[in-house]
């Protein structure tokens, strides 16, 4: 049977430690044995079906839950029904006669919501392939990574929900094959997973990032690039303001020709310590892409840069000590950057997935972000760490770039995007720094939006504001797939309906 | 003369004694490559009378743990090494967390 109870009723904490479901019951979706991945996904359906029915008459609302990476606490919901869904997680090849005519299949893979983005990146790098864009960790599941429109963010591409061709969507009323209305799978195979098929781009553009409140996710089709070389540069190099203005007219290889390689770069990260972040070293990191070769140095992931939030155990020190913020933070950026590979080091090379980290649970951690338009960043970045700083802001600044993403909701919607994260060990005084951060930008009159997924203090009046007529097109979407309210109200947390999500 | 000896003896077994204090707070994480990991559980292990009772009746009980661990953890906290100093370490609470490994499945045909 693909769902079990796990354990009594209790508490669930998530994996930031920043939000607590009281009083939850716990079940688990697991991934069977069927040969045909379309008759795993039409097991599952008809029984997260029955699961939904079941959670109704019990009066209980439920929470799909993915690897619980988000310290929005989206993911949190009390006196609920929790569907953990990590081990719900095998992958399948899509053959020519799956999809619709036209459709190349090869580029394709069926996977199961609950799969990490890791083994998303490791089964397609096992076919030739590969995901073009992702967050920095890899601990996520797809579905919860898509569901909020993480980014890594490769300068030329958009969100990880960009990858998504098709979605399995469960609700009490059934089960829907979600599609762009040009199709992409065979009506054959929708029929064969037990759902119904729904090809409308509306209806697709707010299924990609649903927030956690359009159903239970089930499965997704991906879609990806061929495999893949990339050779990370990373380096301490001390920014001159004046390249802000290169990265915001989005002269990235002027910028990768100043402190790393004269050539076009694929990804441009930028760490800066708040407390002067021109005076002191930043920690710059670039990837190039290049074609894939099978002889060519590998590294291993530690080598090749992976993650970039191992700054967390300075925590309490960055608490303890506030007049020595900066130089800690400094401090923490020189232990916490793994050295080189520098220009002048002999070139190293993996796939994109290697790059990325699972990441461990070591510290609490606070992670809060403001996307902008790219143009806007040489205006107000060093604004924006004066204001942090001032207010004893104790996380380094990151600066990432990518396009504007695909789904309705995705936070990254101007057509260029400049990313800046604040992410570091947790405190009250980090929270109200960024909160001062949101305040400067309205009193500058720049437009910006956060992301769903970190501890960004949302609210339904602000995310009206933000998207306007695009939230406006999610929610008749929302009201297009799941009609009848009571089953929408299924999908409500404290959360959700704070967002204007599920009221 | 020996006065001043005992004092600096004193001071040199305090610093012992803190420095002891910190590095049992240590996070000590031991993980396989490429984790695929489930939730978080944890469990205290309190090691009496010096370490002799160490194989304490305990449980190693873990509800999803049919493909192994990911990663493990051991560490105490900052209440767990003051016990283990107020008791001049006949008690010695250590926290031990782990994560489930969600298991890697082969590539199925869809
Ligand atoms: C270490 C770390 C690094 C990170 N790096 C980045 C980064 O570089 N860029 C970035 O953009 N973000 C980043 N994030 C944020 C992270 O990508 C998001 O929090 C992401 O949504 C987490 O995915 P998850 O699987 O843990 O989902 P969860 O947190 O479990 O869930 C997120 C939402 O999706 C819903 N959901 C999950 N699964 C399903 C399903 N099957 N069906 C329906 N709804 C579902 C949940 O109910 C919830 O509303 C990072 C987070 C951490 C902890």
Request: glycine share 10%.
């Amino acid at each position: 049977m693909p769902i079990v109870q796990l354990g009594r009723e209790g508490r669930w904490t998530n994996y930031h430690g920043t939000g607590t479901c009281e009083a939850a019951t716990r079940f688990a979706l697991r991934s069977g044995d069927a040969e045909r991945g379309r008759d795993e996904l039409a097991a599952a359906a008809r029984e997260v079906r029955e699961w939904l029915a079941a959670a109704q008459a019990a009066g209980r609302h439920v929470r799909p839950l993915g690897a619980g990476w988000s310290p929005s606490n989206i993911n949190i919901a009390s006196h609920c029904w929790l569907l953990h869904t990590r081990r719900f997680n095998r992958c399948f090849r899509i053959a020519g006669d799956d999809v619709r005519p036209g459709v190349d299949a090869a580029s394709l893979m069926l996977v199961e919501a609950g799969a990490l983005v890791d083994e998303v990146s490791d089964k397609l790098e096992a076919q030739g392939r590969s995901l073009w864009t992702s967050g920095a960790g890899n601990g996520q599941t797809f579905a919860g990574a898509a569901a909020t429109g993480t980014h890594g963010s490769m300068v030329a591409h958009g969100g990880i929900q960009d990858h998504i061709r098709a979605i399995q969507i469960v609700t009490p009323a059934g089960a829907q094959w979600v599609e762009p209305t040009a199709g992409v799978m065979s009506d054959e195979f929708i029929a064969a997973t037990g759902s119904q098929a729904v090809r409308d781009d509306a209806l697709f553009a707010a299924a990609q990032l649903p927030v956690g409140a359009l159903g239970v996710v089930t499965a997704l089709v991906v879609s990806s690039v061929p495999r893949f070389l990339v050779r990370p540069i990373q380096n301490l190099r001390r920014v001159d303001r004046r390249a802000l203005n290169w990265l915001s007219a989005g002269e990235f290889r002027r910028f990768s020709a100043a402190y790393a390689l004269d050539r076009d770069p694929d990804f441009v990260q930028m760490i800066v310590n708040p407390y002067k972040p021109f005076k002191r070293p930043a920690m710059l990191r670039f990837l190039y892409r290049e074609p894939w070769r099978d002889d060519c140095p590998r590294a291993t992931p530690g080598e090749l840069g992976a993650g970039y939030d191992a700054l967390s155990l300075l925590g309490r020190l960055l608490d303890d000590y506030p007049w020595a913020r900066g130089w800690l933070l400094q401090f923490a950026m020189k232990l916490g950057y793994a050295g080189g590979p520098d220009v002048q080091d002999p070139p190293v090379y993996g796939s994109w997935g290697e790059g990325l980290d699972t990441h461990r649970p070591l510290a609490d951690l606070f992670n809060a972000s403001v996307t902008i338009d790219r143009a806007d960043l040489a205006y107000v970045f060093e604004q924006i760490c004066g204001v942090y700083a001032r207010h004893g802001g104790s996380t380094v600044v990151t600066l990432r770039f990518m396009e504007r993403a695909q789904g309705l909701l995705a936070p990254a919607r101007f057509a260029h995007n400049a990313v800046i994260d604040f992410d570091g060990p947790r405190s009250q005084r980090t929270a109200d720094a960024y909160a001062r951060v949101v305040e400067r930008l309205d009193a500058e009159g720049i437009a910006f939006t956060r992301h769903w997924a970190k501890s960004c203090n949302l609210d339904a009046a602000r995310v009206e504001i933000d998207y306007g007529e695009d939230f406006r097109r999610w929610c008749a979407a929302r009201d297009r797939l799941i009609p009848d309210p009571a089953h929408r109200r299924l999908f409500a947390s404290d959360v959700l309906d704070g967002l204007g999500l599920t009221c | 003369m020996m006065m001043w000896m005992g004092w600096g003896l004193c001071a040199l077994l305090l610093f012992a004694l803190y420095g002891q204090y910190l590095t049992g707070q240590a996070d000590i994480f031991v993980s396989i490559a490429n984790p695929r990991p489930l939730d978080e559980e944890r469990m205290v292990v309190t090691l009496k009378g010096w370490g002799f009772a160490s194989a304490a009746r305990l449980p190693f009980v873990t509800p999803e743990a049919d493909h192994g661990l990911c990663d493990l953890r051991v560490f105490a906290t900052r209440r767990q090494m003051l016990v283990a100093i107020a008791t001049l370490g006949y008690l010695r609470p250590v926290t031990v967390a782990w994560r489930a490994h969600a298991g890697v499945q082969p590539l199925g045909v869809a």
